[in-house]
């Protein structure tokens, strides 16, 4: 199983970045697809998720309207497509693919990371 994102970088101030997660060794589609950022000092804080399927998305307040989450099944792929960016933007932006089972309970599975740093 891997998770591997890109796409982090240097970003001016309403700038704006794609970022992508290439899923390996899972049902990838059986999967809601998250990704999660860790701003420093802070705790690791969940930002937008889509279920599978793709139907239902959501975002925490903060990128609503500026974030876009999408998935492609068929390349297994996951994107967060981050516009008007601003300083309290930067973090390490992390993928993560979740899927409840039973009896096993949540399944996780997590990427290494990328950085994502906006400033003039």
């Known amino acids: 199983v891997q998770l591997v994102e890109s796409g982090g970088g240097l970003v001016q101030p309403g700038g704006s970045l794609r970022l992508s997660c290439a899923a390996t060794g899972f049902d990838f589609s059986r999967y809601e697809m998250k990704w999660y950022r860790q701003r420093p000092g802070k705790e690791r804080e969940l930002v937008a998720r889509?279920?599978?399927?793709?139907?239902?998305?959501a975002y925490v307040p903060s990128v609503k309207g500026r974030f876009t989450i999408d998935r492609d099944d068929a390349k297994k792929t996951v994107s967060l497509q981050m516009d008007r960016l601003n300083p309290e933007d930067t973090a390490v932006y992390y993928c993560n693919a979740n899927r409840y089972q039973e009896p096993i309970g949540d399944v996780d599975y997590w990427g290494q990371g990328t950085q994502v740093t906006v400033s003039s």
């Open positions: 889509i279920k599978s399927g793709g139907g239902i998305r």
